[in-house]
Each structure stands twice: as C-alpha cells, then as structure tokens.
C-alpha cells in the first residue's frame, strides 16, 4: 500500500499530460502550430523546485527517524540551491540532463521533557538520458522511449539531544548510480502554450531497491527564444548500504524558465 501511495505523485501527472494532447487535437490546428522542424533543437533551463520531503532517514547505526518537511518549511530552512537541465531533439532521438543541488537544516523540540532534534541534509542530484521518439503519428507531440542513469549524492547529519542523557550526533553521506527507464512527452498544444512531462522507474536493486521520478508542467513562449513552465514534480528513493537509510519522497510545485536555440 505504501508502494502505491509513492506511484500517485508520479502517474497522475504524466496521465494528465497524455490526456491534454488527446483532448487538444480537435482545436490544434486553429492555433496555427508550426510544423516540427527537422533540424535539431536545444533548450538550457533554469529550473526551481519547491519541494516538500517526506519518509525516513537513518545514519550510523541510528534508527531510520522520520523526516516530515512541508515544502514552505524546505524554503524557510534552505541554505542554498541550484539546480539546471538541458535538452537537445532531433533526428527522432533526445538528449537529455539535470542537475541539482540543495541544502537543507531544521530542527524540533520534543519529549514531554524538552530536548532536540537536528536534521541537515545536502543533496546532488544528476540524470542523464537518452531518448527515441515512437512513432505515434499525432500531430504536435513528440513521445519518447527513454534509458540512462540518475545519479543521488546525500549527506546527512541527525542530532539528537535529550534533556537527561548524553547527546548523540551522526553524519553520513553516500552516494550511488541507478539505471531508469521511461518515457518524455511534448506537445504543442499552440504555437505559445504546451505540456511537457517526463516519468521514469529505476534501480532495480542494483543500488537503490526502487526509485521513481514524475514531472509535468504547461510551458508558455514568450518569444521564439524564451518560454517558462509551471508544474509539479516528484521523486521517491528507496535506498540502504552499510548503515545508511534514506526511504524518501521529494514532491512539489516545478518551474523553468528555458532560453531555445
């Protein structure tokens, strides 16, 4: 049941995304869209994720502790962020990365007694993939089939601090490579407005048991050099090695702001 309340946050945005090219294709044309350009085509973004983090987290031989973060608590505890994508088409295939750093600290009294608990967290993240465009024949979308690697760099540091006993203080840190799968989508639903969306499953025991990413946003031109997007993304990680444990879903609003060329 827990497996199948991670998958809500990754199917349903790309369902929806799916489902607006099917319900568009009547109107499409009086948009006036363009026709799909053969030459290859490349796109550098800024990307912004207001993420919440929600799951378990253990290090050193601690039991895994739950970490519950809405995301107007990431922001008002973040230390710093970065995070970009890249994305080249053409010829039927697609190139594809992201990349993303951030960190995080927070704490909480508990007990009935008093005492605290600290949780600090830095991550990188890194995609790579490479994608081929099926051939569905539907005007204006592009859907391909996709396969490369998501690297996942964490350090963690949990403090626990009662009030009658001595403190405890872990720091760990790990980081590991996962093969994935899955597919992207764009459609052009005019010449300005259009859904993009990407869904992928991964690790298959190789490093992490399982991990799964969805992202869907409605995208805007600007002009015909500059777009922005809005949407939702979601990562879910499960993942255990020598003492360290991070059982966690990332899950939030998604922008971009895209320069084309």
């Known amino acids: 049941m827990q497996m199948i309340g991670k998958f809500r946050y990754l199917v349903l945005p790309l369902a929806l995304a799916i489902a607006t090219p099917v319900a568009a294709a009547d109107t499409s044309g009086a948009y006036g869209a363009p026709p799909i350009d053969s030459g290859w085509k490349y796109q550098v973004a800024l990307d912004g994720w207001f993420t919440a983090l929600d799951g378990s987290v253990g290090v050193r031989g601690l039991p895994a502790s739950d970490v519950n973060l809405s995301a107007l608590d990431a922001i008002e505890h973040l230390e710093g962020a970065f995070a970009g994508s890249f994305k080249a ?12 750093w ?10 009935p007694f008093g005492g605290n608990v600290g949780f600090e967290q830095e991550q990188i993240l890194f995609t790579a993939l490479v994608g081929y465009e099926l051939p569905l024949n539907v005007q ?4 391909y089939a996709t396969g490369g690697l998501r690297s996942q760099y964490y350090k963690v540091d949990i403090s626990i601090d009662p009030v009658f006993f001595p ?8 980081s590991w490579f996962d093969p994935v799968v899955g597919l992207a989508l764009h459609y052009d639903i005019n010449d300005r407005w259009f859904v993009d969306a990407m869904a992928d499953v991964g690790g298959f025991g190789i490093a992490s048991d399982i ?3 969805g992202t869907a946003t409605v995208g805007y031109n600007w002009t015909e050099t500059i777009s922005s997007s809005l949407g939702y993304r979601a990562l879910y990680t499960d993942y255990s090695d020598d003492g360290f444990r991070y059982n966690a879903t990332q899950h939030g609003l998604f922008t971009q702001l895209s320069f084309h060329f």
């Not at 088409?89 to 993303?100: A, E, I, P, Q, V």
């Not at 951030?102 to 007990?111: F, L, Q």
């Not at 403190?167 to 790990?174: L, P």
């Open 167 to 174: 403190g405890i203080d872990r720091t760990g840190s790990q």
């Open 102 to 111: 951030s960190k995080i600290s927070a704490d909480a009294d508990v007990g």
């Open 89 to 100: 088409t053409g010829d039927s295939w697609l190139l594809y990365s992201d990349f993303m």
């Open 140 to 143: 204006n979308l592009e859907l």
């Open 211 to 213: 991990t799964l990413q």
